[in-house]
């Protein structure tokens, strides 16, 4: 499916994997750009759940336009756009190389200092298996993460839950002007993924926690009791 006015909305997982894509759990860029047509496809879905990791100012800039849902915000704020702009307003030169540092640093942030955001994520999907989606911004780096942890924590190759993060390249389009007036180059990589992007975060996690399955179980509180639950509501077959 692809919508307009939201570029990269989608359900998760995209393989051929059994039990993939995942039963009523979307992906998404903001809603807050939402036209009518468009919200009303997505709300027929049956979405009436939305979890929103954006920021404070990037929720009230640009409030979700879906009608009769549930908002749950989860903030992770973006600080890589900061870091970003002072160090353009320090005049130094944003190449793609340096951009592609700061990234992977973004995803070490999110082990660091966001881990009970995503605890939280899981939390509320196993409050309910009511339809979800949960975005960012973009849809590509705080949700991609977050649907990495998800299939990883369903048992899902490791080669599919790259497949699902690396599509952001296939839908989202570069704009033709930065806000924060970047040059191109530097655009080509803050709005695109890479695979050390993940490979960051989950390194991270080995660095704090020994293992992704330590961290799943003491970082994001997924015992096996609860990983089962997951499968059960969420993977098909």
Same mark, same amino acid.
């Given at each position: 499916?692809? $919508?307009?006015?939201s570029s990269?909305f989608?359900?998760?997982?995209v ?5 993939l894509?995942?039963?009523k759990l979307?992906?998404?860029d903001?809603l807050?750009?939402?036209?009518? @047509?468009d919200a009303?496809?997505?709300r027929?879905?049956?979405?009436t759940r939305?979890?929103?990791f954006?920021?404070v ?5 640009? @409030?979700c ?8 915000s989860?903030?992770? +704020? %973006?600080?890589?756009?900061?870091k970003?702009?002072e ?9 793609g ?9 973004t995803?070490?942030? $999110?082990v660091r200092? *966001?881990?009970e =955001? $995503?605890?939280?994520f899981f939390?509320?999907? #196993? @409050?309910s298996?009511e ?5 960012? /911004?973009a849809g590509k780096d705080r949700?991609? $993460?977050?649907?990495a942890?998800l299939l990883?924590? #369903?048992g899902?190759?490791d080669? +599919?839950?790259m497949?699902?993060?690396?599509l952001? *390249?296939?839908r989202?389009?570069?704009?033709e002007?930065?806000r924060?007036?970047? %040059?191109r180059e530097a655009m080509?990589v803050?709005?695109?993924?890479q %695979?050390?992007? #993940?490979?960051?975060? #989950? ?5 704090r926690?020994?293992s992704?399955? /330590?961290y799943?179980?003491?970082g994001?509180?997924l =015992?096996d009791a609860e990983?089962? @639950?997951?499968?059960q509501l969420y993977r098909?077959?």
């Amino acid at each position: 499916m692809r $919508f307009a006015s939201s570029s990269n909305f989608r359900r998760v997982g995209v393989g051929s994997v059994p039990g993939l894509p995942l039963r009523k759990l979307y992906r998404s860029d903001h809603l807050g750009a939402l036209d009518a @047509a468009d919200a009303a496809q997505i709300r027929a879905l049956g979405i009436t759940r939305v979890l929103d990791f954006r920021g404070v100012h990037e929720r009230t800039s640009a @409030a979700c336009r879906l009608e009769q849902v549930t908002v749950h915000s989860l903030p992770i +704020e %973006p600080t890589i756009v900061q870091k970003l702009a002072e160090m353009r307003e320090a005049g130094e030169r944003l190449t793609g190389d340096l951009v592609a540092v700061h990234m992977q640093d973004t995803y070490r942030g $999110f082990v660091r200092h *966001n881990t009970e =955001r $995503f605890a939280e994520f899981f939390q509320h999907l #196993l @409050a309910s298996d009511e339809p979800t989606v949960f975005h960012c /911004t973009a849809g590509k780096d705080r949700t991609g $993460f977050a649907a990495a942890l998800l299939l990883k924590a #369903l048992g899902v190759p490791d080669e +599919e839950v790259m497949r699902d993060y690396l599509l952001t *390249n296939d839908r989202l389009v570069l704009p033709e002007a930065s806000r924060l007036g970047l %040059p191109r180059e530097a655009m080509e990589v803050l709005w695109r993924v890479q %695979p050390a992007f #993940l490979q960051a975060a #989950l390194d991270e996690v080995d660095a704090r926690y020994g293992s992704l399955e /330590t961290y799943l179980r003491e970082g994001l509180r997924l =015992r096996d009791a609860e990983r089962a @639950a997951l499968r059960q509501l969420y993977r098909e077959g």
